[in-house]
T-cell receptor
Framework: DGGITQSPKYLFRKEGQNVTLSCEQNLNHDAMYWYRQDPGQGLRLIYYSQIVNDFQKGDIAEGYSVSREKKESFPLTVTSAQKNPTAFYLC????????????FGDGTRLSIL | GQQLNQSPQSMFIQEGEDVSMNCTSSSIFNTWLWYKQDPGEGPVLLIALYKAGELTSNGRLTAQFGITRKDSFLNISASIPSDVGIYFCAGHKSGGSNYKLTFGKGTLLTVNP
């Protein structure tokens, strides 16, 4: 089945540690996105990528980094510089043309140990 | 980033009742999208709207793209317990990046059997 796979489902981070969240899609979509979801705040854009080897900062990029070496993959690293990383992280993808709907994975819940 | 004004924030209804929710903005939107999110999962696309005045149905769900292009409505008829979840509106703003979605904060729907 075509879709977006995020892993792991749950992740724990120790203080000072970087952690990487995986996102893979087999929809042949050009564009991919990372969102952070906190209770009562909706979805906030962290980074997005329109094409391989290119990505742009979203609204809350500080403390995060991404790479887009393959069309299918868009991993997100939560660095130690992100002081409040506890949240639900969602990856999405869309067809390259603008205005198309985004399709989401099932999310990764990150917590602090 | 800008948020859409989504209302109501929450609804508690009896099974079989109809539900209405809406999103408004001070800006014009080119696309309106409605998603449903179950606890611990990613949002799932319900309906996509691309033209002002467009009325689209998906089973018991009906959504409309407002004539002014600044609002959208979602109606659910004859609610059932599995309709429980958070409903999000989202859209692509006119004049903005077609890759970036603006989200409402969600409507939490509870259905009493």
């Amino acid at each position: 089945d075509g879709g977006i796979t995020q892993s792991p489902k749950y992740l724990f981070r120790k203080e000072g540690q970087n952690v990487t969240l995986s996102c893979e899609q087999n929809l042949n979509h050009d564009a991919m996105y990372w969102y952070r979801q906190d209770p009562g705040q909706g979805l906030r854009l962290i980074y997005y990528s329109q094409i391989v080897n290119d990505f742009q900062k979203g609204d809350i990029a500080e403390g995060y980094s991404v790479s887009r070496e393959k069309k299918e993959s868009f991993p997100l690293t939560v660095t130690s510089a992100q002081k409040n990383p506890t949240a639900f992280y969602l990856c999405a993808s869309s067809i390259g043309q603008g205005g198309q709907p985004q399709h989401f994975g099932d999310g990764t819940r990150l917590s602090i140990l | 980033g800008q948020q859409l004004n989504q209302s109501p924030q929450s609804m508690f209804i009896q099974e079989g009742e109809d539900v209405s929710m809406n999103c408004t903005s001070s800006s014009i939107f080119n696309t309106w999208l409605w998603y449903k999110q179950d606890p611990g999962e990613g949002p799932v696309l319900l309906i996509a709207l691309y033209k002002a005045g467009e009325l689209t149905s998906n089973g018991r769900l009906t959504a409309q793209f407002g004539i002014t292009r600044k609002d959208s409505f979602l109606n659910i008829s004859a609610s059932i317990p599995s309709d429980v979840g958070i409903y999000f509106c989202a859209g692509h703003k006119s004049g903005g990046s077609n890759y970036k979605l603006t989200f409402g904060k969600g409507t939490l729907l509870t259905v009493n059997p």
